[in-house]
């Protein structure tokens, strides 16, 4: 059993005291967004085939994250800056500053069984047909 009490949260690695402006939750993960834009995880994700990890903020594979620990963006990010968020169950989104749409975790609705870490890093940019509009629109997420 683990300790339930209701406390505060405190952001390692984080240069200053940084808000919360959002947070998401799936089934074993949690996502903290800042003010500044800076992403926080802890938690893990689990495949359909029972595996579990995460990524740490030193970008290597780890079982679970206890505490919360920022996570990397360089690479995939670049200059934008994460302006919402959504978990599922076993996965994440983040829209960035520049529309784009980034997601990380196993997608069990695909059937496909890649190895779990090739799924959490790096994150896969997401992309879909606009509709006769010149709107895009993905149906899987509600950003906060």
Known sequence: ?????????????????????????????TCFLTECGCLYICGMYK????????????GSMKDSLVLPERFPTEGWLNSAK??????GDNHTL??????RVFRWGPDASSGVQAPLA????????LTWEGSADGRREC???VFA
Not at 7 to 25: D, W
Not at 118 to 125: A, D, F, G, V
């Open 118 to 125: 090739s799924t959490l890093w790096p994150p896969k940019e």
């Open 82 to 87: 994460i302006v919402g968020l959504a978990s």
């Open 1 to 29: 059993r683990m300790d339930c009490e209701p406390g505060f949260v405190t952001l390692p690695q984080s240069p200053k005291r940084e808000l919360v402006r959002t947070m998401t939750c799936g089934d074993n993960h």
């Open 139 to 141: 149906p899987m997420a």
């Open 94 to 99: 983040v829209l960035t500053s520049e529309g």
């Open 47 to 58: 495949d359909g085939r029972g595996n579990k990890g995460i990524i740490s903020a030193d």
